[in-house]
């Protein structure tokens, strides 16, 4: 087992890494700034007529456009990145563990997530002179940190997908948008049809994502249970998608060394 | 295990199996290696040669550690492969050839960088060490530049730094000079004698037989998954036949003519190719006595009879046992 300096040196030089190549590659910039921005803006002007939280919401869509293609799509894909650069060989025969440089790769996601919903939030109320109301802003702050929490630990499972398989990256493209709508980022999942919304609730972010509109949007009902069922939920949602991340990591290294597929791509 | 040894493999087997068919319902096994019995010794550079498939790539991963073997037992400075696999990747290198492998988007030397800190090299001296490898394998003044922009041989001197970047006792090199120019190669070449210099010991593949003959002190053929001869150069020689290769060229042989060359004294083994109208009898001697007149004498009626001698080389071995195996 590699000692914990090596662990935490590992998780150091991988979120170094990780914004190096995010820095290197400007193509991230779409999913990441531009298309929330233009994303909010088209939908500031489409709703500008309506109550000013009803405009939050489509506010709240355009940010989680983001923070969710960095923070959970980012995780996975920079793994399967590392199978087409052909990395994942040499990465996996260093002595740190695997899930270490998944989790550094994690940590820069959920920092350009963050970034790129707060640039959201300034471009709006630069572009249209007042901020965008919030109900309650610091609860909002702290649950939009905790909301890229949620994405991060479904995007560390995501990432255990891709060492396991060349393939998750297609069964990740086929979740993509069913995941964005599922869990709320776009809108309130008790929207949705009822059957749907036990197989949302499995995912972290959609409990995390109710309770931020709790803190953002006065009255708000979303399941009815309140607030604090929702960090409770949200919580333990997180807590088994980390065990599980946890668990499967070494199982999923093993498989990889096993079959023989970390050249593949 | 043998304290002299590095690498101490026995019966190891590696089957792959792929499912195949619309329902992926059907699974096809490929069996790379059938039971390989290796011994290397510390300090020393071992070759491992074969043609394409022989399973190479697979041994070499498999003593790397990234991948296991389905059966068989292996050791690598005395450690378990499978059991003891945390504790043998700080002490080994490895390094894949090829164009893929690197982080092309960033420096050489941050590519560096990130495999030190993955390797636990303290972050004192750190920079020093990467500063140190990359003039050793000849990359300092390209160290800040993209890979992206690296020609083949500048990548494949990259992954040569990252293999030696955390100083490892045993070093796996799989075809390191496939791609490089000749004054990249023996370059290349010449550093791989300098790391056994300082007591690292390699596994070598390669498809140069000149590069093993070089470098190699003792070698081993790998012909569809099984080692088919081990030995020094010279005594691969012995075990093909001897070593004087006498080549023989002309038109019309017969059979009978084939026949009076295998016969004559010291001939081990006749080869023969044609060339268009031509053919080429290769015959291994050895016995010293078997002068080229006695083999012109054995063809009468071919003036247009070349015969010449040369001594026979790691190439000649090689495709002769390679050329048994497959028969």
Not at chain 1, 64 to 80: D, F, P
Not at chain 1, 162 to 175: D, E, H
Not at chain 1, 231 to 237: I, Y
Not at chain 2, 299 to 324: A, K, M, N, S, W
Request: with cysteine; net charge neutral; hydrophobic share 45%.
């Amino acid at each position: 087992m590699a000692p914990p300096m090596t662990r935490r040196r590992a998780l150091v030089a991988s979120l170094r890494l990780a914004a190096l190549m995010f820095l290197a590659d400007p193509q991230w910039l779409v999913p990441s700034l531009i298309a929330p921005v233009v994303f909010a803006l088209v939908s500031y002007e489409l709703f500008l007529g309506s109550s000013a939280w009803f405009v939050l919401y489509a506010i709240l869509g355009a940010g989680m456009m983001s923070m969710w293609g960095q923070t959970l799509y980012g995780s996975g894909w920079a793994t399967g990145q590392d199978r087409e650069l052909g990395t994942l060989e040499p990465t996996l025969s260093a002595p740190a563990p695997y899930v270490y440089v998944v989790l550094g790769r994690v940590i820069w996601n959920t920092i350009a997530g963050l970034l790129g919903g707060a640039i959201v939030y300034v471009v709006i109320a630069i572009t249209y002179g007042h901020p965008i109301p919030l109900d309650d802003p610091w609860a909002f702050l702290a649950l939009f940190v905790f909301v890229i929490v949620t994405l991060s630990a479904v995007g560390i499972v995501f990432a255990a997908a891709y060492v396991y398989t060349r393939y998750a990256g297609f069964i990740q493209n086929v979740g993509e948008f069913a995941f964005y709508v599922g869990t709320g980022c776009m809108f309130p999942v008790v929207l949705l049809p009822f059957w749907s919304n036990p197989i949302s609730l499995i995912f972290p972010p959609t409990w995390a994502l109710d309770a931020l509109r709790y803190a953002a949007i006065p009255n708000y009902q979303g399941f009815g249970w309140g607030l604090g069922w929702d960090l409770v939920g949200a919580v333990a949602t997180t807590a088994i998608y980390l065990a599980i991340a946890g668990t499967i990591f070494t199982r999923v290294e093993r498989h990889v060394i096993e079959v023989g597929n970390a050249a593949w791509f | 295990m043998n304290d002299g040894l590095a690498i101490e493999t026995r019966g190891v087997r590696r089957v792959f199996s792929a499912r195949k068919g619309f329902l992926f319902n059907e699974v096809v096994e490929t069996e790379a290696l059938k039971g390989v019995d290796l011994q290397v010794h510390r300090g020393e550079i071992f070759g491992l040669l074969g043609p394409n498939g022989a399973g190479k790539t697979t041994l070499v991963k498999i003593l790397s550690t990234l991948l296991t073997p389905t059966a068989g037992t292996a050791k690598v400075l005395g450690l378990d492969l499978v059991e003891e696999s945390a504790g043998l990747r700080p002490r080994i290198g490895l390094v894949l050839g090829g164009e893929r492998g690197v982080y092309t988007r960033v420096s050489a030397r941050e590519n560096l960088r990130y495999f030190a800190d993955l390797y636990g090299i303290p972050a004192v001296g750190r920079a020093a060490r990467i500063q140190a490898v990359l003039e050793r394998v000849g990359l300092a003044e390209s160290a800040d530049r993209r890979v992206e922009e690296f020609s083949r041989g500048m990548k494949q001197k990259l992954h040569i730094a990252r293999g030696i970047l955390h100083e490892p006792e045993m070093l796996f090199l799989d075809e390191p000079t496939i791609g490089l120019d000749p004054k990249s190669a023996r370059e290349t070449r010449k550093l791989i004698r300098s790391l056994v210099a300082d007591g690292v010991t390699i596994l070598l593949t390669t498809h140069y037989m000149f590069e093993a003959e070089e470098l190699c002190g003792r070698l081993a053929v790998l012909s569809k998954g099984r080692i088919v001869a081990r030995d020094t150069v010279a005594g691969l020689r012995s075990l093909v036949g001897g070593d004087r290769t006498l080549e023989v060229e002309g038109y019309g042989f017969d059979d009978a003519e084939a026949a009076r060359l295998r016969g004559l004294p010291g001939v081990s083994k006749l080869l023969s190719e044609e060339f268009g109208p031509r053919l080429r009898y290769t015959l291994r001697v050895r016995s010293p006595e078997l002068t080229l007149d006695q083999v012109r004498g054995a063809l009468p009626g071919h003036p247009e009879l070349t015969v010449r001698e040369r001594q026979t080389g790691l190439e000649d071995i090689y495709l002769d046992l390679v050329e048994e195996e497959a028969n």
